[in-house]
């Protein structure tokens, strides 16, 4: 059964890759798993037919059959369990790469998600600018524990897993801020992600959802 999830119709990341839809596309990719893909404006998040797949309004959302997924670690667990390619077969192994996956979304994501709402949404607070130096620090901080265990390997923890394709994805949002460099392990580590073609068959459909979108702008 073809799985349908829930993306933006106008993602306001602008094609870059950061909204989480971006995430359940890559795992779907990585397994070669074909999916379907209904686009969601804001206000039709908020409404009661996209509130029974999500209560918090919120893109993405999983629904195979019967089963409606949302939160996007319960989603990409759902499909790497589900299918070959994003778990290691052995227990021991499989644990660890599910411990990386909550690492991401629980340790490594919360200073870079503060970071972003900071310069975001709040950057016109008079106690953005005090507060900026602190929030980098938090970030640094996980970045430097990051690199120390990745040290010269490829992935976390042996082969490329659903952790490593979470924490990838959280680190993304780091581009451009010059963190990632301070860590030349983890700006190769990302740089790896990306040159996945399963990333980057992911991240086309994604952007060419802004792309028609703006191409259809222009042309009213
Ligand atoms: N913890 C949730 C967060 C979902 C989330 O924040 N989605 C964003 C897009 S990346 C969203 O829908 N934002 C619009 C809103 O919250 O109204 C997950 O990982 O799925």
């Given amino acids: 059964m073809t799985p349908t999830i829930t993306a933006f119709e106008r993602s306001p990341d602008r094609g870059r890759g950061l909204a989480r839809d971006m995430r359940v596309r890559w795992a779907l990719e990585e397994v070669g798993q074909a999916y379907d893909v209904r686009l969601v404006s804001f206000a039709a998040m908020k409404q009661p037919d996209h509130l029974a797949r999500n209560p918090f309004g919120q893109i993405p959302t999983f629904q195979e059959g019967d089963l409606?997924?949302?939160?996007?670690?319960?989603?990409?667990?759902?499909?790497?369990?589900?299918?070959?390619?994003?778990?290691?077969?052995?227990?021991?192994?499989?644990?660890?790469?599910?411990?990386?996956?909550?690492?991401?979304?629980?340790?490594?994501?919360?200073?870079?998600?503060?970071?972003?709402?900071?310069?975001?949404?709040?950057?016109?607070?008079?106690?953005?600018?005090?507060?900026?130096p602190l929030i980098e620090e938090r970030v640094r901080a996980r970045l430097a524990q990051l690199s120390v265990r990745l040290g010269d390997a490829d992935w976390l923890d042996?082969?490329?897993?659903?952790?490593?394709?979470?924490t990838v994805a959280v680190l993304r949002r780091l581009k451009g801020s010059g963190l990632l460099e301070e860590?030349?392990?983890?700006?190769?580590?990302?740089?790896?992600?990306?040159?996945?073609?399963?990333?980057?068959?992911?991240?086309?459909?994604?952007?060419?959802?802004?792309?028609?979108?703006?191409?259809?702008?222009s042309s009213t």
């Fill in 158 to 166: 042996g082969g490329f897993s659903a952790g490593d394709l979470l």
């Fill in 68 to 132: 409606i997924l949302f939160e996007t670690g319960a989603i990409v667990l759902h499909i790497a369990e589900t299918h070959e390619g994003l778990l290691p077969a052995d227990p021991a192994a499989r644990a660890r790469a599910i411990a990386w996956l909550f690492a991401a979304l629980n340790t490594i994501e919360p200073p870079i998600l503060e970071r972003q709402a900071a310069l975001l949404l709040e950057r016109d607070r008079p106690w953005t600018r005090e507060r900026m």
């Fill in 183 to 217: 860590h030349p392990n983890i700006a190769a580590y990302v740089a790896r992600g990306e040159a996945r073609p399963a990333f980057k068959r992911a991240f086309d459909a994604q952007l060419a959802v802004f792309t028609a979108r703006q191409a259809s702008l």
